[in-house]
């Protein structure tokens, strides 16, 4: 069993930056690969970035590339995503999520084994 904490949310204006944190609290994180997905209000959960076990390979969904990063630390056991240029079509609850799967960047929420509770984004216009 491996338990996800978020935090880092909250109001943001347009432009401004955000970095979200998940940090596990029971086992370590180092062999899993992670993810972040959002959702808002009405919608299903979307993928947002994923990184494998090593932090070597990562992916972005097309509306994100270039202005989110996703990284981890090992010895905090924890895994960040950095939001830059924030959109107020970027606000939704975001959540991470861990995937036994090592070497997988998976996009859809299924796939993955393990989510945190959510934190939420907010960014105004």
């Known amino acids: 069993q491996v338990q996800l904490v978020e935090s880092g949310g909250g109001l943001v204006q347009a432009g401004g930056s955000l970095r979200l944190s998940c940090r596990a609290s029971?086992?370590?994180?180092?062999?899993?690969?992670l993810g972040w997905f959002r959702q808002a209000p009405g919608t299903e959960r979307d993928f947002v970035a994923a990184?494998?076990?090593?932090?070597?390979?990562?992916s972005y969904a097309d509306s994100v590339k270039g202005r989110f990063t996703i990284s981890r630390d090992y010895a905090a056991n924890t895994v960040y995503l950095q939001m830059n240029r924030l959109k107020p079509e970027d606000t939704a609850v975001y959540y991470c999520?861990?995937?036994?799967?090592?070497?997988?960047?998976?996009?859809?929420?299924?796939?993955?084994?393990?989510w945190g509770q959510g934190t939420q984004v907010t960014v105004s216009s």
């Open positions: 999520a861990a995937d036994l799967r090592q070497y997988n960047l998976a996009t859809m929420s299924a796939e993955y084994e393990y």
């Open positions: 029971s086992r370590t994180l180092s062999t899993y690969a």
């Open positions: 990184t494998t076990w090593s932090g070597r390979s990562m």
